[in-house]
């Protein structure tokens, strides 16, 4: 018997009439906002084919602003994933260690990266460290500004998903490493965070649509990635609305793949039974507060 089953009643006959009712009043509110936005768009005649045909007709469109502004995120999301992941990595092991100095450090930084709003991050580290930074080539400021940001907040957030994988392993696991011998550091690293690691993956996929999000707060700091091209193509167009459209669209798109990569790993480790045989870690991944509209699309 799943779980589902045993934690949900099948509803009944009133039950379903209800929900039925919900879903068709849900259905009619939608309908209601699109005709309510298209109407709106018409009126304004932002609907006109002269400003879409450009994304169709024209090769300049992609090959000028939207994929190297999607190749910019792109470079700036891989970048981040892989620092936030050995980041994560190394304080969330600290967080779990016997050390309590250690512990209590590492607990301070997580828990101050997680707290500060990513655009306030890239923002100070772009203006107050690396736009003069002597060492560094400036048209290559931005980029720092971004992915240091998004690697201290994700990865205090990958962080805290490493200690709640760890805590969320029965105590049995410990238990057998320390009757072997192990040390409680040998016991973590051999035994622990493996199970953990694999218990938590899908937790960790669904980090990187977070991660790539947030490369659209990169805007600020002048970052030309997909939302800065989307605003520059508006204005060599003139059709910015609809730059914005397809800047969004095209974040949808690489989304939902993420999305359904995260739950076609999540059923492959159910398949394989790898998923450390316990109760898997609650974390989930965490949204930032967004803090400014020149972010509409990405601040969340």
């Not at 779980?3 to 939608?30: E, N, Q």
């Not at 502004?69 to 304080?91: D, H, M, N, Q, R």
């Not at 997680?114 to 923002?123: K, Q, T």
């Amino acid at each position: 018997m799943s779980s589902d089953s045993v934690l949900f009643d099948a509803p009944g006959p009133r039950a379903r009439l209800r929900h039925g009712v919900l879903t068709g009043i849900g259905v009619l509110l939608v309908v209601a906002g699109a005709w309510v936005v298209y109407r709106k768009m018409s009126e304004a005649g932002q609907l006109d084919p002269a400003l879409w045909t450009p994304f169709v007709t024209d090769p300049a469109v992609w090959s000028e602003y939207l994929l190297p502004g999607f190749w910019e995120t792109i470079k700036a999301a891989a970048a981040s994933v892989v620092l936030a992941g050995v980041y994560g990595l190394v304080f969330g092991m600290g967080r779990l260690s016997h050390v309590r100095a250690v512990r209590w450090v590492s607990g301070v930084v997580v828990e101050f990266f997680r707290s500060v709003p990513v655009l306030l991050m890239m923002v100070f580290l772009f203006f107050g460290y690396f736009a003069t930074a002597t060492w560094l080539p400036n048209q290559y400021a931005p980029m720092a500004a971004v992915v240091v940001g998004l690697t201290l907040y994700n990865g205090s957030v990958i962080a805290e998903l490493v200690r709640s994988g760890v805590h969320s392993l029965p105590a049995g696991q410990a238990e057998a490493g320390l009757s072997i011998g192990l040390s409680p550091g040998q016991t973590l690293r051999s035994i622990q965070l493996p199970q953990a690691l694999r218990a938590m993956l899908p937790a960790l996929v669904g980090q990187l649509v977070v991660v790539l999000k947030d490369t659209a707060l990169g805007t600020v700091v002048l970052y030309p990635e997909l939302l800065t091209a989307a605003k520059t193509l508006g204005s060599a167009y003139a059709n910015t609305l609809q730059a914005y459209i397809v800047a969004a669209a095209v974040f949808v798109l690489v989304n939902y793949a993420l999305t359904v990569l995260a739950g076609r790993v999540e059923r492959w480790l159910a398949r394989r039974g790898r998923s450390a045989g316990g109760p898997r870690t609650a974390a989930v991944p965490v949204e930032t507060v967004p803090t400014a509209d020149a972010t509409s699309s990405g601040a969340r």
